[in-house]
């Protein structure tokens, strides 16, 4: 009786190895869920949609608009739920990917990695850094940027000295650079001494990319990373419309309205950065260095992802709040956020349609 039990835990215990090795060898995605993409791509190629939050996203799965998958409604893979479904009959795969570049980075080149995108809609709120515009328009950007790459000087240097690994061309010094006693309050222009921080400059540098059109490893570099012209172009097809100008409260009733009904703006530039910005300084000096309308924390990270795996992509962004203050709204991004995602969703909602009339009418997808 002895031998017959240690057999049977000898043979489970080859089971349970057998097991955890066929596993490895799966790597990180299961058997299961790869058959579960492999049959998702049968309904491709698909427009890949990327929301950064919940708020931006519920809206849209709660909008006539998008209609679930019947077959393969959602697959879930290294914590991101992929969602599958129509919208004015493209077919669509939607994914959340939280807060910040890194995030949105992962999220972006895990949704192209698995699934056949023939390009990416992009949407959110976002502060902003323009004041011709107001809480409520919706921005679209011809370019991105990342402004939170930097190489951060030495106290005691200036514009003239090379910054480290400079000659490598790891870094440059051809962006510009932010100055930290230029903001010095109480500065005495007489006499720069008084004023100088040991903070220095911090020098905006470009990404390394690695375009999967290019030889493996070696690198080029990107800062201003252009949207799908195509898209760009489409989008202006979107501009009269009409969106609400006034927050509703849960009764329906109205509680607060803009100055005037918001718009759909096509924009200059857009910057992104692992930062909340909530401060008129740097709000202003970004803006007048880099000409940023939109400022927010994922778009450059998709721009990139998006721009290294010659995808097509665009966009959306609904401005929530003048960053740093000074509007004459109340200016808190929490009081406007229901509206300015609403306008985002609605916006996003509008374009990918279009996206399907355009090929039917024989326009090029690709960047």
């Not at 955890?20 to 890949?48: C, H, Q, Y």
């Not at 502060?127 to 919706?138: F, H, K, R």
């Not at 240097?157 to 000659?167: A, Q, T, V, Y």
Request: glycine content about 10%.
């Amino acid at each position: 009786m002895a031998g017959v039990r240690q057999q049977l835990i000898i043979a489970g215990v080859v089971a349970v190895a057998v097991a955890l090795m066929a596993t490895a060898a799966e790597g990180f995605i299961s058997k299961k869920t790869w058959a579960a993409v492999r049959r998702a791509n049968r309904d491709g190629p698909f427009v890949g949609l990327v929301v950064p939050n919940t708020y931006e996203m519920v809206p849209v799965l709660n909008s006539p608009s998008f209609k679930a998958s019947k077959g393969v409604p959602n697959i879930d893979v290294q914590g991101r739920r992929f969602r599958f479904g129509t919208i004015g009959g493209q077919n669509v795969v939607m994914v959340m990917t939280g807060l910040s570049m890194l995030n949105a980075g992962l999220t972006t080149q895990l949704l192209l990695s698995l699934f056949r995108v023939k390009g990416i809609v992009h949407w959110g709120i976002a502060g902003n850094a323009n004041e011709d515009l107001q809480i409520g328009d919706v921005t679209i950007p011809e370019y991105w940027a990342h402004l939170s790459l930097w190489n951060w000087q030495r106290a005691g240097l200036g514009k003239d000295n090379e910054l480290p690994l400079e000659s490598a061309g790891d870094y440059t010094r051809d962006l510009g650079f932010l100055n930290f006693s230029d903001y010095t309050v109480g500065q005495a222009a007489t006499n720069p001494e008084l004023s100088a921080n040991k903070l220095n400059s911090i020098w905006y540098q470009p990404e390394e990319i690695f375009p999967a059109s290019g030889e493996p490893e070696e690198r080029r570099h990107a800062f201003w990373v252009p949207a799908s012209a195509p898209y760009y172009a489409l989008a202006a097809k979107l501009e009269g419309m009409k969106l609400p100008q006034c927050v509703k409260n849960n009764n329906g009733t109205t509680d607060k309205c803009l100055p005037r009904a918001p718009r759909v703006a096509r924009v200059a530039r857009g910057c992104s950065a692992n930062v909340f910005l909530d401060n008129a300084a740097y709000r202003q000096f970004i803006r007048a260095k880099f000409g940023c309308t939109p400022v927010e924390m994922e778009s450059a990270a998709v721009a990139l992802v998006a721009y290294q795996q010659g995808v097509p992509f665009l966009t959306i962004r609904s401005l929530s709040d003048l960053a740093g203050g000074g509007s004459a709204l109340g200016n808190e991004a929490g009081e406007f956020i229901g509206i300015a995602a609403q306008n985002a969703v609605d916006v996003m909602l509008r374009f990918v349609p279009l996206l399907g009339e355009e090929e039917s009418g024989g326009v090029a997808e690709d960047v």
